[in-house]
Protein backbone atom coordinates (compact mmCIF):
# COMPACT_ATOMS: atom_id res chain seq x y z
CA UNK A 1 0.00 0.00 0.00
CA UNK A 2 0.85 3.62 -0.83
CA UNK A 3 -0.24 6.05 2.09
CA UNK A 4 -1.10 9.30 0.85
CA UNK A 5 -0.06 11.32 3.56
CA UNK A 6 -0.48 15.09 2.13
CA UNK A 7 -2.91 15.47 0.13
CA UNK A 8 -2.95 19.44 -0.80
CA UNK A 9 -6.84 20.00 -1.39
CA UNK A 10 -7.71 18.31 2.33
CA UNK A 11 -4.52 20.80 3.33
CA UNK A 12 -6.40 23.48 1.72
CA UNK A 13 -10.16 22.85 3.03
CA UNK A 14 -9.34 22.35 6.42
CA UNK A 15 -7.05 24.79 7.23
CA UNK A 16 -9.75 27.90 7.54
CA UNK A 17 -11.48 25.70 10.01
CA UNK A 18 -8.20 25.41 12.20
CA UNK A 19 -9.15 27.93 14.77
CA UNK A 20 -12.83 26.80 15.12
CA UNK A 21 -11.58 22.84 15.24
CA UNK A 22 -9.51 24.10 17.76
CA UNK A 23 -7.94 21.44 19.45
CA UNK A 24 -9.34 18.80 17.65
CA UNK A 25 -8.24 19.89 14.82
CA UNK A 26 -5.36 17.18 14.22
CA UNK A 27 -7.21 14.37 15.82
CA UNK A 28 -10.22 15.46 12.97
CA UNK A 29 -7.21 15.78 10.08
CA UNK A 30 -6.10 12.47 11.16
CA UNK A 31 -9.55 11.08 10.69
CA UNK A 32 -9.91 12.50 7.51
CA UNK A 33 -6.96 10.73 6.23
CA UNK A 34 -6.77 7.34 7.88
CA UNK A 35 -10.54 6.74 6.29
CA UNK A 36 -9.22 8.32 3.01
CA UNK A 37 -6.75 6.51 2.74
CA UNK A 38 -8.99 3.09 3.96
CA UNK A 39 -11.57 4.47 0.88
CA UNK A 40 -8.33 4.56 -1.33
CA UNK A 41 -7.79 0.71 -0.43
CA UNK A 42 -10.68 -0.66 -0.68
CA UNK A 43 -10.78 0.88 -4.48
CA UNK A 44 -8.83 2.15 -7.19
CA UNK A 45 -10.05 5.51 -7.63
CA UNK A 46 -10.08 7.79 -10.67
CA UNK A 47 -8.72 11.49 -10.05
CA UNK A 48 -12.04 12.38 -10.35
CA UNK A 49 -13.45 10.29 -7.86
CA UNK A 50 -10.23 10.78 -5.63
CA UNK A 51 -11.14 14.50 -5.61
CA UNK A 52 -14.55 13.59 -4.80
CA UNK A 53 -13.67 11.38 -1.58
CA UNK A 54 -11.31 14.26 -0.42
CA UNK A 55 -13.99 16.88 -0.29
CA UNK A 56 -16.47 14.92 1.19
CA UNK A 57 -14.02 13.40 4.07
CA UNK A 58 -13.53 17.14 4.55
CA UNK A 59 -16.76 18.17 5.48
CA UNK A 60 -18.27 14.97 6.58
CA UNK A 61 -18.36 15.72 10.32
CA UNK A 62 -17.33 19.71 10.50
CA UNK A 63 -20.78 20.25 11.58
CA UNK A 64 -19.65 18.00 15.49
CA UNK A 65 -17.47 21.62 15.63
CA UNK A 66 -19.50 24.12 13.49
CA UNK A 67 -22.81 23.45 15.24
CA UNK A 68 -21.51 22.02 18.27
CA UNK A 69 -23.49 18.98 18.13
CA UNK A 70 -23.58 14.88 17.73
CA UNK A 71 -26.33 15.73 15.47
CA UNK A 72 -23.28 16.87 13.56
CA UNK A 73 -24.78 15.02 10.03
CA UNK A 74 -26.84 18.02 8.51
CA UNK A 75 -25.07 20.83 9.27
CA UNK A 76 -21.99 19.03 7.46
CA UNK A 77 -23.77 19.13 4.25
CA UNK A 78 -24.08 23.45 3.36
CA UNK A 79 -20.19 23.73 4.22
CA UNK A 80 -19.68 21.10 1.67
CA UNK A 81 -21.81 22.51 -0.88
CA UNK A 82 -20.69 26.33 -0.21
CA UNK A 83 -17.19 24.98 -1.40
CA UNK A 84 -18.83 23.25 -4.45
CA UNK A 85 -20.17 26.47 -5.51
CA UNK A 86 -17.14 28.70 -4.61
CA UNK A 87 -14.81 25.86 -6.98
CA UNK A 88 -17.65 25.74 -9.44
CA UNK A 89 -18.41 21.86 -8.77
CA UNK A 90 -21.76 22.37 -8.05
CA UNK A 91 -22.57 18.94 -10.53
CA UNK A 92 -21.10 17.08 -7.85
CA UNK A 93 -23.52 18.43 -4.58
CA UNK A 94 -25.67 15.47 -4.75
CA UNK A 95 -23.40 12.49 -4.90
CA UNK A 96 -21.30 14.96 -2.04
CA UNK A 97 -24.31 15.58 -0.09
CA UNK A 98 -25.05 11.65 -0.62
CA UNK A 99 -21.44 10.49 0.94
CA UNK A 100 -22.02 13.03 4.11
CA UNK A 101 -25.56 12.05 4.55
CA UNK A 102 -24.79 8.33 4.05
CA UNK A 103 -21.58 7.84 6.42
CA UNK A 104 -22.86 6.58 9.51
CA UNK A 105 -25.33 4.31 7.72
CA UNK A 106 -25.78 0.96 8.95
CA UNK A 107 -26.84 -0.94 5.84
CA UNK A 108 -25.21 -0.74 2.84
CA UNK A 109 -25.54 2.20 0.35
CA UNK A 110 -26.46 0.70 -3.18
CA UNK A 111 -26.83 2.92 -6.19
CA UNK A 112 -25.25 1.83 -9.16
CA UNK A 113 -25.35 5.66 -10.24
CA UNK A 114 -23.10 6.41 -6.63
CA UNK A 115 -20.59 3.88 -5.83
CA UNK A 116 -18.28 5.98 -3.88
CA UNK A 117 -20.63 6.53 -1.14
CA UNK A 118 -20.58 2.80 -0.30
CA UNK A 119 -16.65 2.89 -0.43
CA UNK A 120 -17.12 6.50 1.50
CA UNK A 121 -18.97 4.50 4.79
CA UNK A 122 -16.48 1.90 4.63
CA UNK A 123 -13.73 4.05 4.55
CA UNK A 124 -15.41 5.98 8.13
CA UNK A 125 -16.38 2.90 9.56
CA UNK A 126 -13.03 1.13 9.12
CA UNK A 127 -11.26 4.21 11.24
CA UNK A 128 -14.87 4.45 13.66
CA UNK A 129 -14.64 0.82 14.43
CA UNK A 130 -10.66 1.27 14.93
CA UNK A 131 -10.06 -1.43 12.41
CA UNK A 132 -12.69 -4.07 13.84
CA UNK A 133 -14.75 -3.63 10.73
CA UNK A 134 -12.07 -4.57 7.52
CA UNK A 135 -14.20 -5.10 4.58
CA UNK A 136 -11.03 -7.04 3.20
CA UNK A 137 -8.54 -4.20 4.13
CA UNK A 138 -5.37 -6.32 5.90
CA UNK A 139 -4.74 -5.99 9.50
CA UNK A 140 -1.07 -4.86 8.33
CA UNK A 141 -2.24 -1.94 5.60
CA UNK A 142 -5.21 -0.61 8.89
CA UNK A 143 -1.64 -0.79 11.43
CA UNK A 144 0.26 1.27 8.87
CA UNK A 145 -2.55 3.62 8.65
CA UNK A 146 -2.94 4.16 12.20
CA UNK A 147 1.11 4.23 12.50
CA UNK A 148 1.04 7.13 10.03
CA UNK A 149 -1.63 9.06 11.19
CA UNK A 150 -2.44 8.78 14.66
CA UNK A 151 -5.40 9.25 16.48
CA UNK A 152 -4.76 12.44 18.52
CA UNK A 153 -7.36 11.72 20.55
CA UNK A 154 -10.03 11.61 17.94
CA UNK A 155 -12.11 8.45 19.36
CA UNK A 156 -11.77 9.81 23.14
CA UNK A 157 -13.52 13.36 22.12
CA UNK A 158 -16.01 11.21 20.22
CA UNK A 159 -17.09 9.20 22.76
CA UNK A 160 -17.10 12.47 25.29
CA UNK A 161 -18.81 14.35 23.09
CA UNK A 162 -21.35 11.97 22.14
CA UNK A 163 -21.61 10.92 26.30
CA UNK A 164 -22.95 14.52 27.14
CA UNK A 165 -25.34 14.51 23.92
CA UNK A 166 -26.85 11.04 25.23
CA UNK A 167 -27.37 12.85 28.76
CA UNK A 168 -29.33 15.78 27.25
CA UNK A 169 -31.07 14.00 24.83
CA UNK A 170 -31.51 9.98 26.40
CA UNK A 171 -34.39 9.89 23.93
CA UNK A 172 -32.46 10.84 20.63
CA UNK A 173 -29.21 8.98 21.86
CA UNK A 174 -27.50 8.29 18.33
CA UNK A 175 -28.99 10.63 15.45
CA UNK A 176 -25.65 10.44 13.23
CA UNK A 177 -27.14 7.19 12.60
CA UNK A 178 -29.38 5.89 9.79
CA UNK A 179 -30.85 2.30 8.38
Known amino acids: MT ?3 NIDLIENILA ?3 EIIGKDYMAYK ?3 YRMVNFCLELKKCTKLEREKLFIAA ?3 DIGIWLNKTIDYIPPSIPPAVNY ?3 NKQLDWQEEITLMIENHHKLNPFKDDNF ?3 EIFRKGDLVDFSLGLFKFGISKSCIKEVKQTFPNAGFHKGLFKKIAIWILRHPFNP ?4 KW
Open 30 to 32: NHV
Open 84 to 86: LKE
Open 115 to 117: PLI
Open 16 to 18: PYK
Open 58 to 60: CFH
Open 174 to 177: APML
Open 3 to 5: LET
